[in-house]
Nanobody, 127 residues
């Protein structure tokens, strides 16, 4: 399985971006999928996840109400719609797959459950 993230860029505070993650070599609906981000000088941090099968979602508190994770099974693609962006959202964003889906719902934010990672896409939010 390979993941290819795209969609990053430079946006002003209050703006929107949609990140995409193309999945090849596997079926996205069979995996828990997550978005993580790493800001300059900081550790990689959880952003959002969507469970295999039914697709329940889980968000980090600071992005609730602003970000939406979704997937398109027919396109084998994962998305992260980011609205009302803030300068503190500036980071490299990574998509990741937990396969087979080991993590229970409460464990979705834990990066150690994800065994395949995309290369990252840079999001820069200017104030």
């Amino acid at each position: 399985v390979q993941l290819q993230a795209s969609g990053g860029g430079l946006v002003q505070a209050g703006g929107s971006l949609r990140l995409s993650c193309a999945v090849s070599g596997g079926t996205i609906g069979h995996y828990n999928m997550g978005w993580f981000r790493q800001a300059p000088g900081k550790e990689r941090a959880f952003v959002a996840a969507i469970r295999a099968g039914g697709g329940s979602t889980y968000y980090e508190d600071s992005v609730k109400g602003r970000f939406t994770i979704s997937r398109a099974n027919a396109k084998n693609a994962l998305y992260l719609q980011m609205n009302n962006l803030k300068p503190e959202d500036t980071a490299v964003y990574f998509c990741a797959a937990d396969r087979p889906p080991v993590a229970i719902y409460s464990e979705l934010p834990n990066a150690r459950h994800y065994d395949v990672w995309g290369q990252g896409t840079l999001v820069t939010v200017s104030s």
